[in-house]
């Protein structure tokens, strides 16, 4: 989670307009009806009027929706789901609601350093999931240093156990992959705990414990998602963890070098430092790469206000590990060719990921790949008409949970209860929970400019002050949003940018109106919740062009 996505649409230079394809059959000028009307693909299905940057919206009308009618007898299932993550348990149980006869094949590969899940994917397992709770107990330490300046009596004392935060983490897990297995049976989805390759384009060998199995069915859809990549460097396998492995270590992390500085590396930064340990990020080149790199480096500079060092355009060469257990890691700086080494207690590597093909021997069905992905068209389709992918594996989208639910969902309706509808991979929400969190939907700032030109951009921002910031004097002078908005004409709202407490929350229902057509007088015209954080988007007036001072004098007027 969580890249900026440049469709055929961006290279191409066309624009958005201030309507999306839900709005065209109302709420819709006659001039822009009659652009509608005019515009018609190959097949005669009417094209909306804009594409977006970072979604191809033309093509998803290019063509009517195929459908799938279910051969039963021919093949042992209708419809056979490769991965057991969100994205694909999500297709699975809705084809089974529309009678479609479904299996599951769901297979982990342990860690280097042994690691290993149940079914449910990344965000249950080593994802989401735990990451959020790491970083609610995380901001948790940080209240409970906080109350005191509320009346309460705390205890100075106080510290995490990181073998209990770790054993409580892993039993919620746990009681999710239970409760996982009990749907899929519950819902009649025949869950196959093997590891899947093609045979050919309607056949599958699966690898049991109890020996292979052949698989045959009319459709397939691959969900494998994907697993963090290593560095090719000395010691880098045998030394180092990752996400996959944080989350369920048997020991404290202690002082740690997380290597990358995308949302991965910069949240597990950000919690391990609210636990109390030593982090440093290492960035080899920009922090959020994909993000608004204005709001990414708010990000940065709040982390280190807190104690989180940056080492910048360095790069690791080597991990040895030591007599006493700890491991020297020699890194170069990049730009000024200097080597140093220091010593941490763990490695934690989080610069990148790579979708999981290798296995599928997708060259017997003759499914293309680019790069590590599965590239497909409007309808999840890969070049193989009745092979589908969602999800992470997915060449060019979101890597994004919700994203991956809402595809498989859709793509099931779409394969077996006569539905229409397309995902829509634009103006998706997502949250860096960061110590200081970071929510966004919509466009960037450089990708607003990109797409439109600076000259036809407005950027309204502003500084403020959490009022529960206030007793406990905690620092507000990251605390920001912005947006980025269309500067004549309905003054669009193509993004909105938030740091600051409970982003998520925030931003989620902007997200809607991102989605609806928002603009900057509908803002504008909006009466906030006071006293409350997301009201400051209501609240907005200064714009980067007036030069004007956005830091507040008042929290009231």
């Not at 740091?499 to 998520?504: D, H, I």
Request: hydrophobic share 35%; glycine share 10%.
């Amino acid at each position: 989670m969580k890249s900026t996505i440049q469709s055929g649409a961006e290279k191409s230079g066309n624009k958005r307009s201030s309507q999306s394809p839900g709005r065209n059959a109302r709420n819709i000028s006659q001039q822009g009806r009659s652009s509608v009307e005019s515009s018609t693909s190959d097949t005669g299905i009417n094209v909306p009027p804009f594409n977006h940057p970072h979604c191809d919206r033309q093509a998803m009308y290019q063509q009517p929706v195929r459908k799938v009618k279910p051969l039963r007898g021919n093949y042992d299932y209708d419809l056979v789901v490769i991965g057991g993550g969100s994205g694909g348990l999500a297709c699975a149980k809705e084809a089974v609601a529309h009678g479609a006869r479904v299996a599951c094949l769901d297979f982990v590969k342990p860690t280097p350093s042994g690691t290993k899940w149940g079914v449910g994917g990344t965000c249950v397992n080593v994802g989401c999931i735990p990451k959020k709770l790491m970083h609610q107990a995380s901001l948790l330490g940080e209240s409970v240093h906080e109350a005191a300046a509320y009346g309460w009596n705390v205890d100075e004392k106080i510290k995490p156990d990181w073998s209990k935060l770790v054993t409580s983490v892993q039993n919620h897990i746990k009681s999710v992959n239970w409760v996982t297995r009990v749907d899929l049976r519950d819902k009649k989805v025949e869950y196959i705990n093997g590891l899947g390759s093609f045979v050919d384009s309607h056949t599958l060998s699966a690898k049991l414990k109890s020996g292979d199995r052949t698989i045959t069915a009319q459709t397939f859809v691959i969900a494998v998602g994907g697993r963090p990549r290593y560095p090719n460097i000395p010691g880098a396998v045998e030394y180092g963890i990752t996400s996959d492995d944080i989350f369920s270590l048997d020991r404290e992390p202690g002082k740690t070098l997380v290597v990358g500085a995308g949302y991965i590396g910069l949240e597990c930064a950000g919690f391990l430092k609210g636990l109390g340990y030593e982090p440093t990020v290492m960035v080899r080149s920009i922090v959020l790469r994909g993000f608004d790199q204005q709001m990414a480096g708010l990000v940065a500079a709040s982390m280190e206000e807190r104690g989180i060092p940056f080492l910048r355009k360095t790069v690791p060469l080597s991990v040895e590990k030591q007599p006493d257990g700890k491991l020297l890691v020699k890194y170069e700086n990049t730009e000024t060719g200097e080597v140093d080494s220091d010593v941490f207690d763990t490695v934690l590597w989080a610069i990148g990921r790579k979708g999981l093909v290798e296995d599928l021997n997708l060259q017997n069905a003759g499914v293309m790949t680019q790069k590590d992905k599965i590239p497909v068209d409007s309808e999840e389709t890969t070049n193989v008409p009745h092979i589908y992918a969602v999800g992470d594996i997915i060449y060019g989208k979101p890597e994004l949970t919700p994203v991956a639910v809402l595809a498989g969902r859709l793509l099931a309706r779409r394969l077996y209860a006569e539905s229409d509808l397309r995902m829509d991979y634009a103006d998706v929400a997502t949250t860096v929970f960061t110590p200081l969190e970071y929510a966004c939907v919509g466009l960037s700032e450089e990708d607003a400019v990109k797409a439109y030109g600076a000259e036809e951009i407005e950027v309204f921002h502003g500084y403020y002050k959490p009022t529960e910031f206030f007793i406990p004097q905690k620092s507000v002078r990251y605390c920001y949003v912005k947006a980025v908005a269309q500067r004549t004409g309905d003054q669009r709202v193509y993004g909105l940018h938030y740091l600051g407490p409970v982003a998520g929350e925030v931003i989620q229902g902007f997200a809607a109106a991102i989605k609806s057509g928002l603009t900057i007088p509908t803002l504008m015209n909006t009466v906030g919740i006071h006293p409350t954080t997301a009201e400051e988007f209501t609240r907005l007036s200064i714009t980067k062009r007036s030069g004007l001072d956005p830091t507040p004098a008042s929290c009231c007027s």
